[in-house]
């Protein structure tokens, strides 16, 4: 059993900065460097949406709409995952999700953490 524990999320102004930290713990092994983890973000009413994925290869993919601006990286020494949201507009604002996905094997998600871009 994973357990993903999300941190960092808060209220900026447009334009400004966060980091998200995600904790992975209970996983055995080689497990989470072995992992493909990621963000999604989801807002009332809508589906939950991925915004940047790492495998474990360290090969990472962005939604076009952050795309220059978010950055995804992992510290498999520390079994975590961080989410670099820079000149944030208020159209991020959403609960961010953190996953770990071994396909075939396990799929966990995050409680979430809450992110709030307004002036």
């Known amino acids: 059993q994973v357990q993903l524990v999300e941190s960092g999320g808060g209220l900026v102004q447009p334009g400004e900065s966060l980091r998200l930290s995600c904790a992975a713990s209970g996983a055995s092994g080689n497990a989470f460097s072995s992992s493909f983890m990621a963000w999604y973000r989801q807002t009332p009413g809508k589906q939950r949406e991925l915004v940047a994925g790492i495998t474990s290869e360290g090969i990472k993919n962005y939604a076009t709409s952050v795309k220059g601006r978010f950055s995804i990286s992992r510290d498999n020494a520390e079994n975590m995952v961080n989410l670099e949201l820079n000149r944030m507009k208020p159209e991020d604002t959403a609960v961010y999700y953190c996953?770990?996905?071994?396909?075939?094997?396990?799929?966990?998600w995050g409680q979430g953490t809450q992110v709030t871009v307004s002036s």
């Open positions: 996953r770990f996905l071994r396909a075939g094997f396990s799929d966990y």
